[in-house]
């Protein structure tokens, strides 16, 4: 049985009371929450550690939203994987569209992050998806392809195991215009079949793959109806603990 997940990114978004606060709702508000749907928050570094002690006990589990390419040393902002890992971090985003558009992540950057975060026992949340001109031009498959195959094929399979993927469609990202349903399974299939291609059906079949991009309650349950979508990576939305229930509810 894959994990259905549904996890918030909160973005560069709340101050630390703010951030303290919106996780104490979500935590209070996961029992409305089926038991079988893994609850995640991602705030911005700086929240991580009070977040961690704040939910220990909870159901509710903590993510960051990225992490470096590098293991430690002189790379002056950056925060390593096996820092996460020491502030009780158990979740960490790769290759969010902001972060492959702003800062210039590469499918081969993300490869090294991606080993460096299984390495300290994180679980990666790899983002793929294409823009909208992509999409438009029919090049969606391709897209999603290369950023799948150049970022995870080089990893052994008990490293895959470890990875959720998120499927995020750039033009459905903070704009308001989700995918459909359809369109989302269509792309979790493929993806799922592309994973059974190199590693074998059994292990493609134990991965989630999770839904990104204007994710709201009222979309989510005909998202999450979907034979391949096992949850979501939600942005605006989280920033209200009600809506992020109500959208994990949807299951
Ligand atoms: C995201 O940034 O991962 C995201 C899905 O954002 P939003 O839900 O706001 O579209």
Redesign the pocket.
Known sequence: MRKKIVAG?W?MNTSLAEGFSLAKEVIAGSSRVDQGVELVVIPPFTHLSEIVKLARGSRVRVGAQNCAQWPKGAYTGEVSASMLQSAGVEYV?LG???RREYFNETNRSLFEKLQLALQENLTPIF?CGEKLGEREAGQHFAVVEKQVAESLFGLETRQVQQVVI?Y?PVW?????KTATADQAQEMHAFIRGLLAGKYGSTLADSISILY?????PSNAAELFAKPDVDG???????LVAADFIAIAGSF
């Open positions: 990114n973005k985003i969010h569209s902001e983002c998120a995020e459905a990202i903070g704009t308001g990104g991009g204007s994710c709201k979501g990576l939600i942005g605006g939305a989280s």
